[in-house]
């Protein structure tokens, strides 16, 4: 998942030729849309099934072509939307398609889309682990499982602010670039990537994560943390995915001092992504 996007080439080597971005109505009935619309609705029904939305919250969206998004409508169920329910609106919150209005967070949506061009699909949820930890204003620690550590990592924590407002939209801002998991205090989460799908899968691992650790720490025994060095290699292997993670920085500081076996990090990468690919 969230494997950087690889320029395709001109297939008969002619010079690329700039074309009119479609109009908003073209757009919305393209079939790249239609296509993204059964993706929002299979993610709003997973989201739906696994407890992370209740009533009608959480919402979904994704970008289309250069200026727009596709966004769930607010007040429905995300087990229950149709084709129809899903709007289309500019980059300023404005629907340009679509009959239902769309949903107040979506102000968060696009200050991470305006922040991070990484950010392709948004899925804000409220699923109840990772939200606990929200409810304390503070982070999971890290270091304990692989996958975690692999597709998230150190998670931020924004402050608290009313949702639906331009300054709860703005909370996210300082964190954007290096999470692609954010904690808002007192009211749940919200992860990017590349697709949705791949957003709501950050959910997925990031409350799993939560319960596990929340899970461990009433054994009372103590938790093993993964080994230093073994963190630092995974840290390699995000860069090389594109995967976003705060402690990037640090590793490039040690790295110019105790260089990565560059074979090594391939042979990690091909079996991490053979993994991701279903090829193992
Ligand atoms: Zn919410």
Redesign the pocket.
Request: hydrophobic share 40%; aromatic share 6%.
């Given at each position: 998942m969230a494997q950087p996007t690889m320029p395709i080439a001109d297939q008969a080597g002619e010079e690329m030729q700039t074309v009119p971005e479609p109009s908003p109505t073209e757009l919305a009935s393209s079939p790249e849309a239609t296509a993204l619309r059964a993706e929002i609705l299979d993610v709003g029904r997973k989201l739906w099934e696994r407890s992370y939305v209740d009533g009608n919250?959480?919402n979904i969206s994704v970008r289309l072509g250069s200026q727009y998004v596709l966004c769930t409508p607010t007040l429905i169920s995300k087990r229950d939307m149709e084709p129809a329910d899903i709007c289309l609106a500019n980059l300023q919150g404005e629907i340009v398609a679509g009959n239902r209005p769309r949903t107040s967070?979506l102000l968060l949506h696009l200050e991470i889309y305006k922040a991070n061009p990484r950010a392709r699909a948004v899925v804000?949820c409220?699923p109840s682990y990772a939200t606990a930890y929200a409810v304390t204003g503070s982070a999971p620690p890290t270091g304990y499982v692989t996958e975690f550590e692999l597709f998230i990592g150190p998670v931020a924590v924004a402050p608290y602010e009313t949702?639906g407002t331009q300054v709860f939209a703005e909370s996210v801002l300082p964190f954007v670039e290096d999470h692609n998991t954010i904690l808002l205090t007192n009211?749940?989460i919200v992860c990017w990537s590349d697709t949705v799908t791949h957003a709501e899968w950050l959910v997925e691992i990031m409350d799993t994560y939560c319960k596990t650790v929340l899970l461990a720490q009433q054994t009372g025994c103590p938790l093993l943390r993964i080994p230093e060095h073994k963190i630092e290699e995974i840290l390699a292997i995000k860069r090389r995915m594109g995967l976003p993670d705060a402690r990037m920085a640090r590793l490039q500081k040690s790295s110019a001092e105790t260089p990565v076996d560059a074979g090594e990090l391939d042979r990690l990468v091909e079996q991490v992504v053979a993994r991701l690919e279903g090829r193992d």
């Amino acid at each position: 998942m969230a494997q950087p996007t690889m320029p395709i080439a001109d297939q008969a080597g002619e010079e690329m030729q700039t074309v009119p971005e479609p109009s908003p109505t073209e757009l919305a009935s393209s079939p790249e849309a239609t296509a993204l619309r059964a993706e929002i609705l299979d993610v709003g029904r997973k989201l739906w099934e696994r407890s992370y939305v209740d009533g009608n919250g959480g919402n979904i969206s994704v970008r289309l072509g250069s200026q727009y998004v596709l966004c769930t409508p607010t007040l429905i169920s995300k087990r229950d939307m149709e084709p129809a329910d899903i709007c289309l609106a500019n980059l300023q919150g404005e629907i340009v398609a679509g009959n239902r209005p769309r949903t107040s967070e979506l102000l968060l949506h696009l200050e991470i889309y305006k922040a991070n061009p990484r950010a392709r699909a948004v899925v804000h949820c409220h699923p109840s682990y990772a939200t606990a930890y929200a409810v304390t204003g503070s982070a999971p620690p890290t270091g304990y499982v692989t996958e975690f550590e692999l597709f998230i990592g150190p998670v931020a924590v924004a402050p608290y602010e009313t949702p639906g407002t331009q300054v709860f939209a703005e909370s996210v801002l300082p964190f954007v670039e290096d999470h692609n998991t954010i904690l808002l205090t007192n009211h749940g989460i919200v992860c990017w990537s590349d697709t949705v799908t791949h957003a709501e899968w950050l959910v997925e691992i990031m409350d799993t994560y939560c319960k596990t650790v929340l899970l461990a720490q009433q054994t009372g025994c103590p938790l093993l943390r993964i080994p230093e060095h073994k963190i630092e290699e995974i840290l390699a292997i995000k860069r090389r995915m594109g995967l976003p993670d705060a402690r990037m920085a640090r590793l490039q500081k040690s790295s110019a001092e105790t260089p990565v076996d560059a074979g090594e990090l391939d042979r990690l990468v091909e079996q991490v992504v053979a993994r991701l690919e279903g090829r193992d």
